[in-house]
């Protein structure tokens, strides 16, 4: 396994620098800002291929991402994820629907400890989620960041239709 690093994004996103580490072989984590995360500052063919797919999907070009991802957290985390990753892109989910989804339908503010935990936002869209009245409330990255990512996969939707 190569050596884990990490890069800052090439440019300046629309919601501000971000930071994209990986162990060699999958991303682990993404960050919102220049961040220092584990390992050597160096870009790897993975990162920047993390760095062009984000790019793309800033520009309203990609849905999806196709990238190796090992995200580090608990199996209740890990479960929590995995919904997140099926939340349908321009589309939102509540935290019960998440909590429904893997199968623990009391655990909506669990689902929301691990949404905020998630290593690698975007990519796994916590962003999706949404409280039960249909606003967005709570993100790592900033309200005003969230309400950008969905308002650009709206945007992007409406354009495919």
Known sequence: MAAVSHTFFPYVTPVGHITIAADG?????????????????????????AANQLQEY?????????????????????????????IPYG????????????????????????NNKNPLPIVIPCHRVIGANGKPIGYGGGLKTKE??????????????
């Open 25 to 49: 072989s999958s991303i682990t984590e993404i960050a919102f800002g220049k961040k220092q995360l584990e390992g050597a500052e160096r870009p790897t063919e993975l990162t920047n291929r």
């Open 58 to 86: 800033f520009a309203g070009k990609r849905t999806a991402f196709d990238l190796p991802l090992n995200p580090k957290g608990t199996p209740f985390q890990t479960s929590v994820w995995a919904a997140l990753a099926d």
């Open 91 to 114: 589309e939102t989910r509540s935290y019960r629907e998440i909590a429904e989804a893997i199968g623990k339908p009391r655990a909506q503010r669990a689902v929301g400890g691990a």
């Open 148 to 161: 950008f990512l969905l308002d650009l996969e709206q945007k992007a939707n409406k354009h495919q239709d």
